[in-house]
């Protein structure tokens, strides 16, 4: 069992974006590529808080990931993401804009 929660707010308008992903009740390529994109963010090392002093407009992202071993979340900012993060930020924004 895996569960990703994504969270975006702030930004010019404000405006909030959420998604709550069960992997275990998507199409297994789907699971399996977002389990890739953790694997490759090594999310579970990751600092809980990645932000600094909050630039005015910016958004700031929250992700929670709770499986059967790990349970962890990481905020950052757009000017803290890591690199690595940035795949799996994209696809959770990329789904959460499907969703929305």
């Not at 953790?38 to 005015?56: G, H, I, Q, V, Y």
């Amino acid at each position: 069992m895996t569960k990703i929660g994504f969270e975006r707010t702030g930004g010019f308008m404000g405006r909030k974006v959420s998604l709550s992903i069960d992997l275990d009740a998507l199409p297994e390529d789907q699971a399996d590529e977002l389990e890739e994109l953790l694997k490759e963010a090594d999310f579970f090392e990751l600092p809980s808080d990645l932000t600094r002093t909050e630039m005015p407009d910016s958004m700031t992202y929250n992700i929670t990931v709770i499986s059967d071993e790990h349970q962890h979340s990481v905020r950052c900012s757009d000017t803290t993401v890591p690199e690595d993060l940035h795949p799996l930020l994209d696809e959770l924004i990329r789904q959460a804009r499907m969703q929305g």
